[in-house]
């Protein structure tokens, strides 16, 4: 595997990370948005605000420690990853090195 590709595949990775958060939070938030999409009529706004504020509060530690758990599974596998390519670039360097 060539530079440019480990480095590719790095990336790819990296952002693959990156974008895991975002669909745990809205899903723990999906309750929150419905309340919200039940309102009409006149106050609705301050109606949606306090459901988001109570729901948002109510649910707060655990979306955020169980997407935290999610983000670290994430980079841990990231890394796992990365010392594989270093262990076997390594090794074949040292293949090379002996011949």
């Known amino acids: 595997m060539s530079v440019g590709r ?4 790095i990336v ?3 952002r693959d990370v990156n974008r895991v958060m975002t669909p745990r ?3 723990r938030m999906t309750t929150g948005y419905e309340a919200c999409n039940m309102e009409s009529g006149p106050g609705m706004y301050d109606r949606m605000k306090s459901h988001m504020t ?5 649910t707060k530690t655990v979306m955020f420690s169980d997407a935290s758990v999610l983000l670290l599974d994430q980079l841990n596998g990231l890394q ?3 010392i594989c ?3 076997a670039a390594s090794s074949v360097s040292d ?5």
Do not use: G, M, N, P
């Open 54 to 58: 109570k729901h948002v509060s109510a």
């Open 6 to 9: 480990v480095k590719e595949l």
């Open 95 to 99: 293949f090379l090195c002996r011949r």
């Open 12 to 14: 790819e990775k990296q």
């Open 85 to 87: 390519i270093a262990v």
């Open 80 to 82: 796992v990853l990365i």
């Open 25 to 27: 939070i809205q899903d």
